[in-house]
């Protein structure tokens, strides 16, 4: 198979349509069969219920070419599931998971010669959404919907080396206590977009989300779950029903217990506590860790000793492991790897 010509180690993380994409139709209270398309655009009408109403959601993972050549998938079947439990919120009309697995392996093997080279460092991001498409403005649920599965080629996260993030304490809420933040709805992103460029004209690189019933807890940034390690090499996870479930996070903290025999704690962690960790990362599919070097909550700076220079040790030990698991370089526990080719 010959590849792209892409200079992969220089990729961003951006949107490059590839040759195929996953389209699947939802009407008359059943969805089609599927099929690969070349056409990259969405007809939809003025009176969308997505347009609407924002009746749409998503999801994230990676295929990538593994040392010994194989391109496999890191836990599709967490996603699958993910996406059912997010639609069901959303009153809509979840895709077969089984069905949903198969489409990711179609149009990764149809687009093979956009799944970067091993050592390259790039990846193909594979981005599965499902939204309400006939015409609705009485606020009521589509009765038909669009499944799409595109891919895009994305370069390494830590380019030029590795910078850890200094994130603030916002003072903007991500979730409401039983609201959506649990699931993968694109309206979580439209709401944060206003506090994440904020964030950004103050020099912070993202958000630290408390909860919001009584702004004392915390929970996560806008678009990754947090991880902290104890003085005495504990990792710990907030605890919340209105947080994410992160894939990546979920991993980490089978890698920490399983792999590198470290104990592990998810509970409520209180703002309070937060100059007690040793170190501190952020974790989600595109990055698997990013190091965070400094919180700011108004003012009061609080630095890991890990510093902004370096992952600390802890998070290096479950980055390496982690991504050696999905590389193929570190046995995977059983069914964490999906083999593509
Ligand atoms: C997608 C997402 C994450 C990361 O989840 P992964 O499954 O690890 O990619 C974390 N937080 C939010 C709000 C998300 O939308």
């Known amino acids: 198979m010959t590849k792209e010509n892409i200079n992969w180690s220089e990729l961003g993380f951006g949107y490059i349509p590839t040759d195929w994409r996953w389209v699947s139709n939802f009407k008359d209270g059943a969805w089609d069969e599927g099929m690969l398309s070349r056409d990259p655009n969405v007809l939809l009408n003025e009176c969308a219920c997505v347009i609407q109403y924002a009746q749409t959601c998503f999801e994230g993972l990676k295929a990538y070419t593994t040392e010994d050549g194989h391109i496999v998938c890191f836990r599709p079947d967490l996603n699958a599931q993910r996406m059912s439990e997010t639609a069901c919120r959303?009153?809509?009309?979840?895709?077969?998971?089984?069905?949903?697995?198969?489409?990711?392996?179609?149009?990764?093997?149809?687009?093979?010669?956009?799944?970067?080279?091993?050592?390259?460092?790039?990846?193909?991001?594979?981005?599965?959404?499902?939204?309400?498409?006939?015409?609705?403005?009485?606020?009521?649920?589509?009765?038909?919907?669009?499944?799409?599965?595109?891919?895009?080629?994305?370069?390494?996260?830590?380019?030029?080396?590795?910078?850890?993030?200094?994130?603030?304490?916002?003072?903007?809420?991500?979730?409401?206590?039983?609201?959506?933040?649990?699931?993968?709805?694109?309206?979580?992103?439209?709401?944060?977009?206003?506090?994440?460029?904020?964030?950004?004209n103050q020099g912070f690189d993202e958000n630290v989300y408390l909860d919001s019933a009584t702004r004392t807890y915390l929970e996560e940034t806008g678009g990754a779950n947090l991880l902290f390690v104890t003085k005495d090499n504990k990792v710990v996870t907030p605890k919340s029903n209105t947080i994410l479930k992160s894939i990546t996070r979920r991993s980490l903290m089978v890698v920490?217990?399983?792999?590198?025999?470290?104990?592990?704690?998810?509970?409520?962690?209180?703002?309070?506590?937060?100059?007690?960790?040793?170190?501190?990362?952020?974790?989600?599919?595109?990055?698997?860790?990013?190091?965070?070097?400094?919180?700011?909550?108004?003012?009061?700076?609080?630095?890991?000793?890990?510093?902004?220079?370096?992952?600390?040790?802890?998070?290096?030990?479950?980055?390496?492991?982690?991504?050696?698991?999905?590389?193929?370089?570190?046995p995977a526990p059983k069914g964490w790897i999906t083999v593509i080719k």
């Open 256 to 330: 920490a217990s399983e792999y590198l025999g470290l104990g592990t704690e998810e509970r409520e962690i209180p703002l309070s506590e937060l100059g007690e960790f040793s170190e501190c990362g952020l974790c989600g599919t595109a990055a698997v860790i990013s190091p965070v070097g400094k919180i700011v909550d108004h003012g009061k700076e609080i630095c890991f000793p890990s510093g902004m220079n370096e992952m600390g040790p802890v998070t290096r030990r479950l980055y390496d492991t982690l991504t050696g698991i999905q590389m193929g370089r570190i």
């Open 90 to 200: 959303l009153e809509m009309p979840p895709y077969p998971e089984d069905k949903f697995v198969e489409a990711v392996r179609e149009v990764v093997l149809a687009n093979e010669s956009w799944v970067p080279p091993y050592g390259s460092g790039a990846t193909l991001y594979i981005r599965p959404n499902l939204y309400g498409i006939n015409s609705v403005i009485g606020v009521k649920p589509a009765t038909e919907y669009h499944f799409r599965i595109f891919v895009t080629p994305v370069g390494p996260y830590f380019k030029g080396g590795i910078r850890p993030l200094t994130l603030r304490i916002s003072d903007f809420d991500r979730a409401a206590p039983r609201g959506t933040g649990h699931i993968k709805a694109g309206l979580n992103y439209a709401m944060s977009l206003h506090a994440i460029v904020d964030a950004h």
